[in-house]
Protein backbone atom coordinates (compact mmCIF):
# COMPACT_ATOMS: atom_id res chain seq x y z
CA UNK A 1 0.00 0.00 0.00
CA UNK A 2 1.36 3.35 -1.13
CA UNK A 3 -0.47 6.65 0.02
CA UNK A 4 -0.24 10.21 -0.18
CA UNK A 5 -0.36 12.54 -3.30
CA UNK A 6 3.75 12.61 -4.03
CA UNK A 7 4.41 8.90 -3.65
CA UNK A 8 1.59 7.29 -5.51
CA UNK A 9 2.28 9.90 -8.06
CA UNK A 10 5.84 9.50 -8.35
CA UNK A 11 5.01 5.44 -8.22
CA UNK A 12 2.30 6.27 -10.71
CA UNK A 13 5.29 7.39 -13.41
CA UNK A 14 7.65 5.14 -12.42
CA UNK A 15 5.69 2.04 -12.78
CA UNK A 16 2.02 1.86 -13.37
CA UNK A 17 2.03 -1.43 -14.09
CA UNK A 18 3.23 -1.93 -10.20
CA UNK A 19 -0.61 -0.69 -8.89
CA UNK A 20 -3.10 -3.40 -8.87
CA UNK A 21 -5.87 -1.19 -7.96
CA UNK A 22 -6.09 2.89 -7.14
CA UNK A 23 -8.31 4.10 -4.46
CA UNK A 24 -9.51 8.12 -5.25
CA UNK A 25 -11.53 9.90 -3.05
CA UNK A 26 -14.74 10.82 -3.89
CA UNK A 27 -14.54 14.33 -4.81
CA UNK A 28 -11.07 14.28 -5.91
CA UNK A 29 -11.34 12.18 -9.28
CA UNK A 30 -10.01 15.52 -11.79
CA UNK A 31 -7.18 16.01 -9.39
CA UNK A 32 -5.86 12.43 -9.63
CA UNK A 33 -7.04 12.34 -13.49
CA UNK A 34 -3.91 11.75 -15.08
CA UNK A 35 -2.67 8.89 -12.35
CA UNK A 36 -6.12 7.30 -13.24
CA UNK A 37 -5.82 7.26 -17.08
CA UNK A 38 -1.98 5.50 -16.86
CA UNK A 39 -3.08 3.17 -14.22
CA UNK A 40 -6.15 1.94 -16.49
CA UNK A 41 -3.72 1.99 -19.74
CA UNK A 42 -0.74 -0.36 -17.57
CA UNK A 43 -4.21 -2.58 -16.46
CA UNK A 44 -4.76 -1.17 -13.15
CA UNK A 45 -8.33 -0.57 -11.81
CA UNK A 46 -9.57 3.05 -10.51
CA UNK A 47 -12.05 2.83 -7.25
CA UNK A 48 -13.36 5.58 -6.59
CA UNK A 49 -13.81 5.62 -2.52
CA UNK A 50 -16.64 6.79 -0.51
CA UNK A 51 -16.39 8.62 2.87
CA UNK A 52 -14.24 6.70 5.26
CA UNK A 53 -12.74 4.07 3.00
CA UNK A 54 -9.65 5.36 2.40
CA UNK A 55 -9.58 5.66 6.48
CA UNK A 56 -9.82 2.05 6.39
CA UNK A 57 -7.47 1.13 4.17
CA UNK A 58 -4.21 2.87 5.45
CA UNK A 59 -3.45 4.00 8.95
CA UNK A 60 -6.13 5.80 10.50
CA UNK A 61 -3.60 8.67 11.17
CA UNK A 62 -2.32 8.39 8.29
CA UNK A 63 -2.51 11.52 5.48
CA UNK A 64 -3.73 9.87 2.65
CA UNK A 65 -4.14 13.25 1.04
CA UNK A 66 -6.94 11.58 -1.05
CA UNK A 67 -5.79 8.93 -3.39
CA UNK A 68 -4.34 5.01 -2.06
CA UNK A 69 -2.21 2.88 -3.93
CA UNK A 70 -2.26 -0.77 -3.87
CA UNK A 71 0.67 -2.36 -5.25
CA UNK A 72 1.34 -5.92 -7.15
CA UNK A 73 3.42 -8.64 -5.35
CA UNK A 74 7.13 -7.23 -6.14
CA UNK A 75 8.71 -9.03 -8.91
CA UNK A 76 12.24 -9.64 -8.57
CA UNK A 77 15.22 -9.53 -10.30
CA UNK A 78 17.01 -12.50 -11.44
CA UNK A 79 20.29 -12.86 -9.51
CA UNK A 80 22.25 -13.85 -12.43
CA UNK A 81 20.80 -11.34 -14.77
CA UNK A 82 22.45 -8.88 -12.29
CA UNK A 83 25.96 -10.32 -12.04
CA UNK A 84 25.76 -10.92 -15.95
CA UNK A 85 24.90 -6.85 -16.07
CA UNK A 86 27.57 -6.15 -13.88
CA UNK A 87 26.18 -3.27 -12.00
CA UNK A 88 29.12 -1.26 -10.12
CA UNK A 89 28.84 -1.40 -6.80
CA UNK A 90 26.52 -3.96 -5.91
CA UNK A 91 24.84 -3.91 -2.40
CA UNK A 92 24.40 -7.38 -0.90
CA UNK A 93 21.92 -6.91 2.53
CA UNK A 94 22.37 -10.02 4.81
CA UNK A 95 20.34 -9.13 8.13
CA UNK A 96 18.21 -6.35 8.01
CA UNK A 97 14.97 -7.88 9.30
CA UNK A 98 13.24 -3.89 9.79
CA UNK A 99 11.42 -3.07 6.81
CA UNK A 100 11.87 0.87 7.70
CA UNK A 101 15.31 0.64 7.70
CA UNK A 102 15.07 -2.07 4.43
CA UNK A 103 13.34 1.01 2.63
CA UNK A 104 15.68 3.54 4.14
CA UNK A 105 18.49 1.70 2.52
CA UNK A 106 16.60 1.37 -0.72
CA UNK A 107 16.75 5.28 -0.62
CA UNK A 108 19.91 6.05 0.21
CA UNK A 109 21.17 3.51 -2.75
CA UNK A 110 18.65 4.82 -5.29
CA UNK A 111 20.64 8.12 -3.90
CA UNK A 112 23.73 7.24 -4.75
CA UNK A 113 22.69 6.01 -8.44
CA UNK A 114 23.39 2.47 -7.26
CA UNK A 115 21.73 -0.14 -9.92
CA UNK A 116 21.21 -3.55 -7.62
CA UNK A 117 20.91 -4.68 -4.88
CA UNK A 118 20.85 -8.75 -3.84
CA UNK A 119 18.53 -9.49 -0.30
CA UNK A 120 19.52 -12.54 1.25
CA UNK A 121 16.04 -14.83 1.68
CA UNK A 122 16.22 -16.10 5.04
CA UNK A 123 17.95 -13.47 6.67
CA UNK A 124 16.88 -10.38 4.93
CA UNK A 125 13.28 -8.83 4.67
CA UNK A 126 11.83 -8.49 1.47
CA UNK A 127 10.47 -5.45 -0.28
CA UNK A 128 7.31 -4.80 1.51
CA UNK A 129 4.58 -2.52 1.81
CA UNK A 130 6.69 -0.82 5.04
CA UNK A 131 9.47 -1.39 2.83
CA UNK A 132 8.37 0.18 -0.11
CA UNK A 133 6.05 3.09 2.15
CA UNK A 134 9.98 3.75 3.91
CA UNK A 135 12.30 3.93 0.99
CA UNK A 136 9.87 7.62 -0.52
CA UNK A 137 9.47 5.78 -4.25
CA UNK A 138 13.07 4.82 -4.58
CA UNK A 139 12.39 0.78 -5.06
CA UNK A 140 10.66 0.76 -8.38
CA UNK A 141 14.05 2.57 -9.60
CA UNK A 142 16.58 -0.13 -8.26
CA UNK A 143 17.11 -3.76 -9.36
CA UNK A 144 16.46 -6.05 -6.39
CA UNK A 145 17.40 -10.14 -6.26
CA UNK A 146 17.17 -12.18 -3.94
CA UNK A 147 19.58 -14.95 -2.79
CA UNK A 148 19.63 -18.56 -1.20
CA UNK A 149 23.02 -18.66 -0.14
CA UNK A 150 24.81 -16.14 0.86
CA UNK A 151 28.11 -17.59 0.57
CA UNK A 152 27.71 -19.24 -2.83
CA UNK A 153 26.49 -15.51 -4.07
CA UNK A 154 29.44 -14.16 -3.00
CA UNK A 155 31.79 -17.22 -4.36
CA UNK A 156 30.02 -16.41 -7.93
CA UNK A 157 29.83 -12.35 -7.47
CA UNK A 158 34.07 -12.65 -7.01
CA UNK A 159 34.08 -15.02 -9.86
CA UNK A 160 32.32 -12.38 -12.04
CA UNK A 161 35.75 -10.18 -11.31
CA UNK A 162 33.93 -8.29 -7.57
CA UNK A 163 35.88 -7.49 -5.14
CA UNK A 164 33.60 -8.13 -1.83
CA UNK A 165 34.05 -5.42 0.81
CA UNK A 166 31.87 -5.84 4.30
CA UNK A 167 31.02 -3.32 6.04
CA UNK A 168 31.73 -3.68 9.90
CA UNK A 169 31.83 -1.59 13.04
CA UNK A 170 35.41 -1.68 14.88
CA UNK A 171 37.18 -2.78 11.56
CA UNK A 172 40.49 -1.39 11.18
CA UNK A 173 40.65 -0.08 7.55
CA UNK A 174 38.41 2.65 6.95
CA UNK A 175 35.88 2.67 4.14
CA UNK A 176 37.58 6.12 3.25
CA UNK A 177 40.93 4.06 2.39
CA UNK A 178 39.30 1.62 0.30
CA UNK A 179 40.28 1.39 -3.30
CA UNK A 180 37.21 2.14 -5.05
CA UNK A 181 38.62 1.62 -8.82
CA UNK A 182 37.45 -2.13 -8.48
CA UNK A 183 34.15 -3.71 -8.86
CA UNK A 184 32.59 -3.65 -5.29
CA UNK A 185 30.02 -5.52 -3.57
CA UNK A 186 29.30 -4.07 -0.29
CA UNK A 187 27.48 -6.08 1.96
CA UNK A 188 26.03 -4.53 5.07
CA UNK A 189 24.60 -7.25 7.94
CA UNK A 190 22.16 -6.79 11.08
CA UNK A 191 22.33 -4.33 13.61
CA UNK A 192 22.06 -6.75 16.16
CA UNK A 193 24.75 -8.96 15.04
CA UNK A 194 26.41 -7.46 12.58
CA UNK A 195 28.56 -8.99 9.50
CA UNK A 196 28.50 -12.32 10.14
CA UNK A 197 31.65 -14.77 10.12
CA UNK A 198 30.99 -16.63 6.99
CA UNK A 199 30.58 -12.82 5.10
CA UNK A 200 34.01 -11.87 6.99
CA UNK A 201 35.56 -15.11 5.36
CA UNK A 202 34.39 -14.39 2.25
CA UNK A 203 35.15 -10.67 2.17
CA UNK A 204 38.26 -9.11 0.62
CA UNK A 205 37.78 -6.10 2.33
CA UNK A 206 36.50 -5.65 6.22
CA UNK A 207 35.58 -1.67 6.52
CA UNK A 208 33.94 0.51 9.15
CA UNK A 209 33.18 4.23 8.95
CA UNK A 210 35.50 6.13 11.30
CA UNK A 211 32.99 7.44 14.68
CA UNK A 212 34.01 10.79 16.37
CA UNK A 213 31.09 10.73 18.92
CA UNK A 214 30.58 8.78 21.66
CA UNK A 215 28.06 5.63 20.11
CA UNK A 216 30.30 3.16 18.41
CA UNK A 217 27.78 2.42 15.64
CA UNK A 218 25.63 3.95 13.08
CA UNK A 219 21.83 2.77 11.85
CA UNK A 220 22.72 0.38 9.35
CA UNK A 221 20.95 2.42 6.75
CA UNK A 222 22.79 5.19 7.58
CA UNK A 223 25.96 3.22 7.35
CA UNK A 224 25.46 2.14 4.11
CA UNK A 225 24.45 4.95 3.03
CA UNK A 226 27.70 6.84 4.43
CA UNK A 227 29.47 4.36 2.41
CA UNK A 228 28.00 3.96 -0.75
CA UNK A 229 28.15 8.19 -0.97
CA UNK A 230 31.95 7.83 -0.68
CA UNK A 231 32.42 5.15 -3.03
CA UNK A 232 30.50 7.80 -5.38
CA UNK A 233 32.30 10.57 -4.20
CA UNK A 234 35.56 8.96 -4.60
CA UNK A 235 34.97 8.26 -8.04
CA UNK A 236 33.85 11.26 -9.44
CA UNK A 237 36.90 12.93 -8.23
CA UNK A 238 39.10 9.75 -10.16
CA UNK A 239 37.38 10.80 -13.13
Given at each position: M????EPVSELVLAAPDSIEALHVRAGDERRFSDAAERVRA?????VIAREGELERLVDRDARHQG???IVREYQ?????????????????????TDPRNLGALL??????GIGALVLARDRTVGVTPAAVKSSAG???HLRIARCGNVARTLQMLKQAGYWIVALAPGAELS???LDTARKLVIVVGSEGEGIRPIVRKAADFVVSI????????????VAAAVALFEIVRRRERAG
Amino acid sequence: MVFGAEPVSELVLAAPDSIEALHVRAGDERRFSDAAERVRAAGGRVVIAREGELERLVDRDARHQGVAAIVREYQYADLEDVVRDAPDPIVLVDGVTDPRNLGALLRSADGAGIGALVLARDRTVGVTPAAVKSSAGAWVHLRIARCGNVARTLQMLKQAGYWIVALAPGAELSVYELDTARKLVIVVGSEGEGIRPIVRKAADFVVSIPMRGKVASLNVAVAAAVALFEIVRRRERAG
